[in-house]
């Protein structure tokens, strides 16, 4: 059986970075006036910081293609080790990022999963639930951006200014929107803009387009090599553009494994998989199933997956850290039945095929798709 990488809460996940953050912006004379800032990572101590979200970038990808992306590569030896949340998937990671809690408490517990009494697509949300609301923790932006001093700023798609996600995730901070993500001129304007901004500043920005390749043609592909130079370029552009008092990180927000059609198991096609259940959430590497009998159905579905995957009730997964601690309004939204793959399986469902195309595919527990790494350039020194 293929090994597994559990986060670990409060020390080295995506959760831990803007604690970080805040405990330096936040510190005057030595002291943080916000208990819950803390840095347990050992950031690089700075005024502004600039942290850029590369979907995708799972660590073992970059290690594997360090040498096509030599700005990124050269700073693996010195970067953090992180994990992603679970499910190892982008709206929970970039929740996790936002609010600094683990899913259990934030409430995205998943690519799709289970509210209003039926499946709910994070990414594309659904405009019956409240964002402040259904995601009710505060996030890090807005806190920092509460304090007069220190300017807070998102850098992304214009398309995401008023999704869902971004106001369940990222809100809090002035949205700076881009048409096109391919103009890498005027995005590196406006992040050093903004990171000259205030006293202190923060900016977020995020980059999407290492994803859409290796979900498109796979990680393992030459597209996703070039698309890999190019956000190494941008990035190292945007390094040297910046005051160089800036601490530039960077980070992933899961990695990626390839899946070959033939190991593609259609559930609707596998009556051992298909019966007993009332709802199918989640994705092909991490399914969320719901169901009148869990422990039926984690039985059958373990017989027939054996050491092709992991398979938990809910209570399991969460007295093994899965999603932290759970809020009790939090915990029916997680499935009765939890199935992680392993290797390079997935499990489909043909309510969804347009999960039929995917070649590369995230969301389980594995190395692979949950290490990522937390990329630092060193500070110049004052003078």
């Keep these: 059986m293929s090994s597994i990488q559990l986060p670990d809460y409060g020390r080295s996940t995506l959760a831990e970075i803007l604690p970080a953050v805040a405990s330096h912006l936040l510190t005057e004379d030595g002291a943080c006036d916000t208990p819950s800032a803390h840095d347990v990572l050992g950031i690089p101590d700075a005024t502004r910081y600039v942290v850029v979200m590369v979907d995708g970038l799972g ?9 096509r992306a030599p700005y990124l590569g050269g700073l693996l030896d010195t970067a953090i080790a992180l994990t992603s949340a679970v499910p190892s998937t982008t709206a929970t990671s970039l929740t996790t990022v936002g609010t600094g809690v683990a899913p259990g408490r934030h409430g995205i517990v998943g690519y799709s999963f289970r509210a209003l009494n039926e499946i709910v697509n994070a990414l594309a949300w659904d405009d019956r639930l409240d964002p402040l609301t259904f995601q009710p923790q505060p996030t890090w932006l807005e806190r920092l951006q ?3 001093d220190i300017a807070v700023s998102t850098v992304s798609l214009a398309k995401f200014r008023n999704s869902g996600l971004t106001r369940a995730a990222l809100r809090g901070p002035k949205f700076i929107g881009l048409p096109s993500e391919d103009d890498t001129g005027r995005r590196i304007k406006q992040i050093v803009k903004a990171s000259g901004q205030g006293e202190r500043s923060l900016v977020y920005a995020y980059e999407r387009r290492l994803d859409h390749a290796g979900h498109g043609v796979g990680c393992g592909s030459e597209e996703w090599v070039r698309t890999l130079d190019e956000v190494d370029a941008w990035l190292e552009q945007l390094h040297n553009a910046l005051d160089p008092h800036t601490c530039l990180l960077v980070t992933g927000d899961h990695g990626m494994v390839d899946v ?8 609707e096609d596998t009556p051992a998989l298909a019966s007993g259940l009332d709802l199918i959430g989640g994705e092909g590497r991490l399914r969320q199933l719901y169901c009148d009998r869990p422990a039926e159905v984690a039985a059958r579905w373990r017989r027939f997956l054996g050491e092709r995957a992991i398979v938990r009730r ?6 093994e850290g899965w999603f932290g601690p759970v809020d009790d309004r939090m915990r029916n939204r997680i499935g009765d039945v939890l199935v ?8 489909m469902t043909l309510s969804k095929p347009g999960e039929l195309t995917l070649v590369g595919q995230h969301g389980s527990l594995t190395p692979a798709e949950m290490r990522v790494p937390l990329l630092f350039d060193r500070l110049s020194p004052d003078p």
Excluded: F, K, M
């Design 59 to 67: 660590h073992h990808l970059l290690a594997a293609q360090r040498y």
């Design 146 to 148: 509460a304090h007069p």
């Design 260 to 267: 070959p059609a033939s190991h593609q198991i259609i559930i």
């Design 314 to 319: 809910r209570q399991e997964a969460i007295d």
């Design 340 to 347: 992680a793959l392993l290797d390079d399986w997935a499990v």
